[in-house]
């Protein structure tokens, strides 16, 4: 573990959100999948956000997706100086092909070259002993 790493936040795994994190640390994206109606669900949560079903299954989702939108941060983010070495650091909401948004960073792209509508891989690093997290880069 790197001294930068352990200025930015880990997230709590709770037993709603450890399949998520625990996944990503194996290098899987999994999502909440309903029974009833198929919709994926992020973030983790009791009850589907289409229906109200609580007949969610973690399912494996396709790791691709497309930009929805963007900010680019210039400054230290949230005050952890181990986001530091990373700006400027792109922020994305990312449209899943399966049909879920969820938030991420973009990395190994200019803040220039960032758009609305480009197409992103994901691949996941390893974060804490048990955690991953999933990050995003431009397909081209
Ligand atoms: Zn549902």
Request: with cysteine.
């Amino acid at each position: 573990m790197t001294k930068a790493r352990l200025h930015k936040p880990l997230p709590e795994l709770t037993d709603q959100t450890r399949p998520f994190w625990t996944a990503a640390k194996e290098g899987r994206l999994v999502l909440q999948k309903c029974e009833r109606c198929s919709t994926f669900n992020f973030f983790p949560k009791p009850w589907c956000i289409e229906c109200g079903s609580r007949e969610l299954h973690w399912t494996d989702a396709q790791p691709t997706g497309t930009v929805y939108s963007y900010t680019v941060s210039r400054s230290v983010a949230m005050n952890y100086p181990g986001w530091k070495d990373e700006l400027p650091i792109i922020l994305c909401l990312i449209d899943l092909d399966d049909n879920a948004r969820l938030y991420g960073q973009v990395i190994d792209c200019a803040a220039d070259e960032i758009s609305i509508g480009q197409r992103v891989g994901m691949h996941f690093e390893s974060i804490s002993d048990e955690a991953g997290v999933p990050k995003f880069h431009l397909v081209r």
